[in-house]
C-alpha cells in the first residue's frame, strides 16, 4: 500500500486511475423496471453505490484492480457491473466484457462464501478457466479476494472482488474489512430494491 492509500479516507485524492460501468446485458423481466422517471431514479441510485463501492474497495484494501456486481437471483443476464483501475492497468481503461457466470467467480454468488487465493493458489482452482473467450483480452490478475454481498434476509445480491494487492497478497485482514463493506453494501441495495418494488404501480395501498 502506498502513502497516498495510507490516508484517511477523508483526505485522498480520487485522481488517477479510471472507473466504469459494465451493463450492456438484457435486464431480467422479473426484477428489471419499467422505462419511466421512477425507474431512472433507482437505476441511477444503484449505479452510484456501485461505482462507490468499487472506487471504496479499491483504496480500502490497497489494490491495482476492483469490482462491484449487482446480481439479481443469480441471473447474470441482467448483472450490472462497476470497476475501478489504477493506471497500472491503464491498457485496460476501455475494456467492457460483462462477465457471464462461468468460472470461478460465479461460486462465490452460488455459494456465498468468500475466497482468497494468490494468484498460484487461483489458478489450481478447478473453477479457474484462464479467462474462458476472454484470454488475451482481459486485465491480468495477480491474485484475487472476492466476498459476496448478503443481506439482512441471506439474499445474495452480486459481489465484490478485488485483484493486485499493492506489494503483497490479500490477507486475511483484508477479507474481514472487504466483507465488512460488503454488508453495508448489500443492506444498501437492498433497501433500494424494496423501495423500488413498494413504489411499483399496483402495489401502492389503494390500486
Do not use: C
Amino acid at each position: 500500500m502506498n502513502d497516498q492509500d495510507a490516508q484517511p479516507l477523508a483526505n485522498i485524492s480520487w485522481a488517477g486511475g479510471t472507473s466504469g460501468v459494465v451493463a450492456p446485458q438484457a435486464l431480467d423481466d422479473d426484477w428489471s423496471p419499467a422505462p419511466d422517471a421512477r425507474a431512472t431514479d433507482f437505476l441511477l441510485a444503484v449505479d452510484g453505490t456501485l461505482h462507490l463501492t468499487a472506487e471504496l474497495a479499491r483504496r480500502l484494501i490497497g489494490a491495482h484492480q476492483a469490482a462491484a456486481s449487482l446480481i439479481i437471483g443469480g441471473n447474470w443476464r441482467g448483472m450490472r457491473k462497476y470497476f475501478s483501475l489504477s493506471p497500472k492497468y491503464a491498457a485496460w481503461y476501455h475494456y467492457r466484457t460483462p462477465a457471464v457466470g462461468f468460472g470461478i467467480h460465479a461460486e462465490v454468488v452460488a455459494h456465498n462464501r468468500a475466497m482468497r487465493f494468490t494468484q498460484a493458489e487461483l489458478e489450481q482452482q478447478p473453477g479457474w478457466k484462464h479467462f474462458g473467450r476472454e484470454a488475451g483480452k482481459h486485465p491480468p490478475m495477480r491474485g484475487w479476494l472476492a466476498v459476496p454481498l448478503i443481506g439482512h434476509d441471506g439474499r445474495n445480491y452480486g459481489l465484490l472482488q478485488l485483484s493486485d494487492k499493492y506489494d503483497d497478497d490479500f490477507t486475511e485482514k483484508d477479507e474481514a474489512q472487504l466483507t465488512q463493506l460488503a454488508q453495508l453494501v448489500a443492506t444498501t441495495l437492498g433497501a433500494l430494491l424494496r423501495l423500488h418494488e413498494n413504489a411499483a404501480p399496483g402495489q401502492q395501498e389503494g390500486q
